[in-house]
């Protein structure tokens, strides 16, 4: 079973609505959480850490739901400028070997 | 600050082919990490480094080697590239392992034929 499995996609959203995103992962034991942004051809950068109260970064929602193992993703007046692939990335211990990346969900804004 | 750096951006070679992929931090880091990232995959960790003169291996490992001489540095050998290892190989720094920010160099695509 994989660590953290995110819907691929993709989504393609007119300009101005609202999309969320889901991301499951398996190990109970995970103790930080974080999404990624991923433009195409490009390297992921970080666009928000997830905590447990749930967390908000302008139009940019992040939630965590531990008793179902979930973390979303919430985005609100969808511009074209966020047209990326996110990545949901969790991690279940504090070395660089304990972080796993969802394979990410693509997003697409339209006119 | 450059951030991240890796060289090269592009590089094809040959099947049994070798190759150092370079990866240099000057934010002086401790973590740095080497991930490969195929389609319907997420990043896969193939080796990391705790400081200079620690490696260890990840999920991936096997056809490759590191090496961590300075704090800045962590090049990644490919010692006999095969077909399977067509990818894009991403370097990551960070101050502290996994719980903080993770920064990505630009990535080297790498084909093997």
Redesign the interface.
Same mark, same amino acid.
């Given at each position: 079973r =994989?660590e953290?499995e995110q819907d691929?996609g993709p989504f393609n959203v007119p300009e101005g609505a609202t999309v969320a995103f889901n991301c499951t992962y398996s190990n109970s034991a995970s #103790?930080?959480f &974080?999404w *990624?942004r991923q433009d195409c051809? =490009? $390297?992921? =950068?970080?666009l928000m850490s997830v905590y447990s109260s749930g967390n908000e970064d302008g139009r940019f929602t992040a939630q965590l739901n531990r008793a179902s193992q979930y973390i979303s993703l919430l985005i609100r007046d969808s511009k074209l400028s966020d047209s990326a692939t996110y /990545?949901c990335v969790v991690?279940i211990? %504090?070395?660089?070997?304990? /972080? &796993?990346?969802? %394979?990410?969900t693509r997003l697409t804004v339209i006119p | 600050n450059a951030g991240v750096t890796q060289t090269p951006k592009f590089q094809v070679l040959k099947t049994g082919q070798s190759m150092t992929l370079q990866c240099a931090q000057d934010m002086n880091h401790e *973590?740095?990490?080497w *991930?490969r990232q195929d389609p319907?995959?997420? /990043?896969?960790?193939i080796h *990391?480094?705790?400081g200079a003169g620690i490696t260890?291996q990840? $999920?991936v490992p096997n056809g490759y080697n590191v090496s961590r001489s300075t704090t800045e540095d962590f090049p990644l050998r490919l010692l006999s590239a095969a077909p399977s290892q067509t990818s894009v190989y991403?370097c990551a720094s960070?101050y502290?392992?996994?719980?903080h $920010? #993770?920064y &990505?160099?630009?990535?080297t695509r790498l084909t093997v034929t």
């Open positions: =994989k953290v691929p #103790q930080s &974080f *990624y051809r =490009k $390297e992921p =950068k970080l /990545l991690n211990g %504090t070395g660089a070997n304990n /972080l &796993f990346f969802g %394979t990410g | *973590y740095m990490s *991930y319907g995959m997420g /990043l896969r960790l *990391y480094s705790v260890d990840g $999920e991403f960070s502290s392992g996994a719980v $920010e #993770q &990505f160099g630009p990535g």
